[in-house]
């Protein structure tokens, strides 16, 4: 059965206190992972896709990487409006419709 | 540009009613999912439809939840004889055809829909 992991569940950062988040996938074949960001009471908002092992992508103090199994997304330096909830989802390749299975988030703050 | 928006932003119905949430997508997008999210997890895939058509249903929980796309833009999500476990976030989603490469997905800011 397809499964992702997103550890931890909740995660306090100091402002400038770098961190990871994880997310573990077990799928058939990958065709993408996926990183969103969501606000309280809003929609999931896009930041990255990732396509194959060894693949990393930047936005401001956002770095995403991929291996085989995982994902991280690396905070570096964070600052208070970097809290929101961080969701990881793999789209996978026997699928004809492009579907997304989501982990159940990793819940950020980050105080001053 | 405009992004997905969605409509209702809130509804609360009594057990039992009929409700109607409506998603209009980006501009151009074909492609267009509809998710439920509870407190505290990831959204769940419902149905996605390629134009006019529900090419993938299979995440409807059962016959009193349907959609349509009747001229493949707006989506309307139906949910007949609601219950308290209908209760959730009704997330939309729309994009470029998926095709054979990894698309990524834009969200509408959701319908919260409380069953009382």
């Known amino acids: 059965e397809d499964q992702v992991t997103q550890s931890p569940e909740a995660l306090r950062l100091q402002e400038g206190e770098s961190s990871s988040l994880n997310c573990s996938y077990t799928?058939?074949?990958?065709?993408?992972l996926f990183w969103y960001r969501q606000d309280p009471g809003k929609g999931p908002e896009f930041l990255f896709t990732?396509?194959?092992a060894g693949e990393e992508k930047e936005k401001e103090r956002l770095k995403a990487t991929l291996t085989k199994k995982e994902s991280f997304l690396h905070i570096t330096a964070p600052k208070p409006e970097d809290s929101a909830t961080y969701l990881c989802?793999?789209?996978?390749?026997?699928?004809?419709?492009?579907?997304?299975?989501f982990g159940a988030g990793t819940q950020v703050v980050v105080t001053p | 540009g405009a992004g997905v928006s969605q409509t209702p932003s809130n509804k609360v119905t009594e057990k039992g009613k009929y409700v109607e949430l409506r998603c209009d997508p980006i501009?151009?997008?074909?492609?267009l999912y509809w998710y439920r999210q509870s407190l505290g997890q990831g959204p769940e895939f419902l149905i996605y439809?390629?134009?006019?058509?529900?090419?993938?249903d299979s995440g409807l929980p059962n016959d009193r939840f349907f959609a349509v796309r009747p001229e493949g833009s707006v989506s309307t999500l139906k949910i007949q004889r609601t219950e308290r476990g209908d209760s959730a976030v009704y997330l939309c989603?729309?994009?470029?055809?998926?095709?054979?490469?990894?698309?990524?997905?834009?969200f509408g800011p959701g319908t919260r829909l409380t069953v009382t």
């Open positions: 989603a729309s994009s470029t055809r998926p095709g054979q490469g990894a698309h990524e997905q834009y």
């Open positions: 799928v058939s074949g990958l065709r993408g």
């Open positions: 990732l396509y194959s």
């Open positions: 989802a793999v789209q996978l390749r026997g699928d004809s419709w492009g579907k997304l299975q």
């Open positions: 501009s151009g997008h074909t492609a």
């Open positions: 439809f390629q134009g006019t058509g529900a090419a993938d």
